[in-house]
């Protein structure tokens, strides 16, 4: 900090705005903007449970097949659990991480991926984005997961 603060460098995003990637905090955005602006967010939220809230942590582990498992710090698709992608084993195990650390995790639903209009030989047709497909076969492609 003291190379920044003398001018000799400059940083692109400042200090302290990574804040705002961390999932824990991201779930908190309605009641923030509520809180600042005094009026409800214009766009809604992926519904979120803290697992580090008893009620969120215990409707997670009932459902844990059927949503999508996130560390609070982690990015880029890893540290996670998608339910229906995993297998019993899986779950089990992610199950115990979740018991002995619930702090670190929330959980969403599974979303559908969004995908953009590519043109083929013979017609246009959907594929998945960049970084859908990028985030799928980190999380979803079993030959990947094994890379």
Request: aromatic share 10%; with cysteine; net charge neutral.
């Amino acid at each position: 900090m003291d190379v920044y603060r003398a001018g000799n460098i400059t940083i692109a995003n400042a200090p302290g705005t990574g804040i705002a990637d961390d999932k824990a905090i991201y779930s908190y955005m309605p009641e923030i903007i509520e809180f600042y602006t005094g009026r409800k967010p214009i766009l809604g939220n992926v519904p979120t449970w803290r697992c580090s809230e008893p009620d969120s942590l215990a409707y997670v582990l009932e459902h844990l097949n059927e949503l999508v498992v996130k560390e609070v710090h982690g990015s880029g698709g890893y540290g996670m659990l998608v339910g229906p992608a995993a297998s019993k084993k899986e779950r089990e195990a992610f199950a115990a991480k979740l018991v002995a650390r619930p702090g670190n995790y929330i959980a969403q639903p599974t979303l559908a991926l969004s995908s953009v209009p590519i043109l083929t030989e013979r017609a246009w047709r959907p594929a998945m984005s960049i970084f859908d497909l990028s985030f799928w076969c980190r999380t979803a492609c079993a030959s990947c997961r094994a890379a």
